[in-house]
């Protein structure tokens, strides 16, 4: 795939290095070229210097044959017109805009625009953080991703052998947590008889 990223602040430097690494062609567009050093120094991308709203600066960076975009620069103005541009004039369908006001997210959207607001994303991990500590976490290994899942220790557990519980089809037993924050895997202990007040952790591999 072709991919073009406009901006290569902290989000856009990590979303082509993300991108390049996966084997796509990755272009990234910014107006200010000392921000390419975000880019790591195996990337094996296309980086352009120049003003994202310039149909030259676009077209050197392979907008017309990309089957995708991302625009984050720190502007949320100059995101929603770059956005429009690549959409509009050269037909891009696949596009993602960031858009830092939350404010404004919901009326971009109604104006049918496919936007991500880091502030409310942020904002909403941090609630469910503080309501559900340690609730579900999600981790890549190379190309695979796994979730692990918190659950409290149900009452027909209580003085079971670790290693014996197996109650769930998708997912499977990895590790308990044990009252005081210690962390005791399944297959390392598995004759450790679970306790009441303990939480296990199970995980499954997300396809």
Same mark, same amino acid.
């Given at each position: 795939?072709?991919?073009?990223?406009?901006?290569?602040?902290?989000?856009?430097?990590?979303?082509?290095?993300?991108?390049?690494?996966?084997?796509?062609?990755?272009?990234?567009?910014?107006?200010?070229?000392?921000?390419?050093?975000?880019?790591?120094?195996?990337?094996?991308?296309?980086?352009?210097?120049?003003?994202?709203?310039?149909?030259?600066?676009?077209?050197?960076?392979?907008?017309?044959?990309?089957?995708?975009?991302?625009?984050?620069?720190?502007?949320?103005?100059?995101?929603?017109?770059?956005?429009?541009?690549?959409?509009?004039?050269? =037909?891009?369908?696949?596009?993602?805009?960031?858009?830092?006001?939350?404010?404004?997210?919901?009326?971009?959207?109604?104006?049918?625009?496919?936007?991500?607001?880091?502030?409310?994303?942020?904002?909403?991990?941090?609630?469910?953080?503080?309501?559900?500590?340690?609730?579900? =976490?999600?981790?890549?290994?190379?190309?695979?991703?796994?979730?692990?899942?918190?659950?409290?220790?149900?009452?027909?557990?209580?003085?079971?052998?670790?290693?014996?519980?197996?109650?769930?089809? =998708?997912?499977?037993?990895?590790?308990?947590?044990? =009252?005081?924050?210690?962390?005791?895997?399944?297959?390392?202990?598995?004759?450790?008889?679970?306790?009441?007040?303990?939480?296990?952790?199970?995980?499954?591999?997300?396809?």
């Amino acid at each position: 795939m072709n991919v073009l990223v406009v901006g290569c602040g902290r989000l856009g430097s990590q979303i082509a290095a993300i991108m390049d690494s996966m084997g796509h062609d990755v272009a990234v567009v910014d107006e200010h070229p000392e921000l390419f050093y975000r880019l790591p120094t195996d990337f094996s991308g296309m980086t352009v210097t120049g003003m994202p709203m310039d149909l030259k600066v676009l077209k050197s960076a392979g907008v017309e044959n990309c089957d995708m975009a991302a625009v984050v620069t720190p502007d949320d103005n100059l995101n929603i017109t770059v956005t429009q541009i690549i959409q509009q004039f050269f =037909k891009v369908e696949n596009v993602v805009t960031r858009i830092s006001d939350p404010a404004r997210e919901e009326v971009f959207t109604a104006f049918g625009l496919q936007t991500v607001c880091p502030t409310n994303l942020a904002g909403d991990m941090i609630v469910q953080a503080l309501l559900n500590p340690n609730q579900s =976490k999600q981790m890549a290994f190379g190309t695979a991703n796994a979730a692990f899942h918190t659950y409290p220790v149900e009452s027909f557990m209580i003085e079971k052998r670790l290693g014996s519980i197996g109650v769930n089809e =998708k997912e499977v037993p990895f590790a308990l947590l044990q =009252k005081d924050g210690t962390m005791i895997l399944v297959g390392k202990d598995p004759d450790y008889l679970i306790q009441r007040e303990d939480r296990m952790i199970w995980t499954q591999v997300i396809d």
